[in-house]
């Protein structure tokens, strides 16, 4: 039996920079077309959890999310707190990478990698 979950209703936003980070590395790598990103949280990190990003196939237990015309799944425990986090691509001074802004968040640390919900 299948609980894959599939919603029209974004669970995580991408910003179009980060949309467009993401399809730059799809194109510079083939393995990755048909791929999904995956983002979870694990725990570790100064403040307790830390996200994660990869490309990956889809489970039959995870929930499924549009993002533009990029799929992002997620398992139902990731999902949970990662629900209604805006993920944007930043590009700056001090450095490149993904950010996450998640308003489960009850603080997180300085470099923004980890935090505590």
Same mark, same amino acid.
């Given at each position: 039996?299948?609980?894959?979950?599939?919603? @029209?209703?974004?669970?995580?936003?991408?910003?179009? @920079?980060?949309?467009?980070?993401?399809?730059?590395?799809?194109?510079?790598?083939?393995?990755?077309?048909?791929?999904?990103?995956?983002?979870?949280?694990?725990?570790?990190?100064?403040?307790?959890?830390?996200?994660?990003?990869?490309?990956?196939?889809?489970?039959?237990?995870?929930?499924?999310?549009?993002?533009?015309?990029?799929?992002?799944?997620?398992?139902?425990?990731?999902?949970?707190?990662?629900?209604?986090?805006?993920?944007?691509?930043?590009?700056?001074?001090?450095?490149?990478?993904?950010?996450?802004?998640?308003? @489960?968040?009850?603080?997180?640390?300085?470099?923004? *990698?980890?935090? *505590?919900?």
């Amino acid at each position: 039996m299948s609980t894959l979950v599939e919603t @029209n209703t974004p669970v995580v936003t991408l910003t179009d @920079n980060a949309i467009a980070k993401l399809k730059a590395f799809i194109a510079a790598d083939a393995t990755l077309v048909g791929k999904s990103l995956r983002m979870y949280v694990q725990e570790g990190g100064c403040s307790g959890m830390e996200y994660g990003f990869g490309f990956d196939d889809q489970k039959e237990t995870d929930i499924v999310s549009a993002a533009g015309d990029l799929k992002v799944v997620m398992d139902p425990d990731s999902m949970k707190v990662l629900k209604g986090s805006v993920v944007d691509y930043v590009e700056s001074i001090e450095g490149e990478g993904f950010s996450v802004s998640n308003p @489960n968040a009850s603080k997180s640390c300085g470099c923004g *990698h980890s935090f *505590h919900a």
